[in-house]
């Protein structure tokens, strides 16, 4: 891979210009979903190491991949994190009476913790599992991209027909 470009995809490339918005769109994210999961899977695994199985609460669990928003109707965003991020008070009449908009709270999920462990806090080290998955499969999650587009590309083109 040289900067923004990943080799040997242009003949890839060139029968993805065959497809139409949402099925370009369709076909890229499948093929960036199963790269994802990989990732995943190995932040589940790494997340598994220091759960403590007797509480109900665990952070393997809660890792997940969802589609993420974009400006351009044609572009696909991918995200894998935990459940249960900061969301932000919404502009309301009861907020704006209590002085909370803007202001950010826990969302759902079961883990709100995960973050400590990850980024570590004032009076605790680090013990990251998100940012060593996806920093060593890299390459994996490249090489199963390209691997995954051309069949990918094929399943959208035979729905055509």
Known sequence: MAG??????????????????????????????????????????RAKSFDDPSTPAQVFKEIVVRT????????????IGVKGGAQNYKNTKQNRRLGRVGNSYEGGGNVYWWRFLEFGT????????MRPA???????????FKDTLGPAIDKVLSKRA
């Open 134 to 144: 996806l920093a060593e499969n890299t390459d994996k999650v490249i090489a199963l």
């Open 122 to 129: 004032s009076k605790m080290a680090a013990r990251p599992f």
């Open 4 to 45: 923004n470009h990943i080799e040997g995809l242009d003949a890839v490339l060139a029968r993805l210009g065959q497809l139409q918005g949402k099925e370009m769109k369709k076909a890229v994210t499948a093929s960036l979903r199963k790269g994802a999961n990989l990732v995943k899977k190995d932040a589940a695994m």
């Open 68 to 79: 993420g928003k974009v400006r351009n109707r044609e572009d696909v965003r991918l995200r």
